[in-house]
């Protein structure tokens, strides 16, 4: 737990320019810590079913905010909107590729049909 502090800590203060490699820094951090919230709401039964959308709204949110905080103190909205379209893109990534492949399968519990796991299997011919 202290280890994904300290990457959402990094990543949160990371102040760049609008270089390949600053995108590139906003999409990765953001995929990771998409990735963590997932790993984190995962352990919570009522909320297991929704862990990828509310692994990308985490991400998603700290990410507004972040580069809202950012053009109030610096200005230049189209870095910063660029920033954060990076952010998003990572974060979707990063949600998606923990709930679907790191944490599968999941136990879904539906009042309509019952308590039930499904499992992926796949073939190529």
């Known amino acids: 737990m202290k280890k ?51 692994g990308f709204s985490i991400s998603t949110a700290i990410g507004t905010v972040d580069q809202t905080i950012q053009y109030i103190e610096d200005g230049g909205i189209g870095g910063q909107l660029l920033d954060l379209s990076f952010h998003v893109l990572g974060s979707a990534l990063g949600a998606w590729m923990t709930d679907k492949y790191i944490l599968s399968p999941i136990l879904i519990d539906s009042k309509s049909e019952g308590k039930y796991m499904g499992v992926k299997v796949a073939y190529s011919f």
């Open 4 to 54: 994904i502090i300290l990457i959402i800590f990094i990543v949160l203060q990371l102040h760049a320019t609008d270089t390949f490699n600053s995108e590139a820094s906003h999409f990765a951090g953001a995929a990771v810590l998409a990735g963590a919230a997932t790993a984190i709401v995962d352990q919570f039964p009522e909320y297991k079913q929704n862990r990828f959308l509310i």
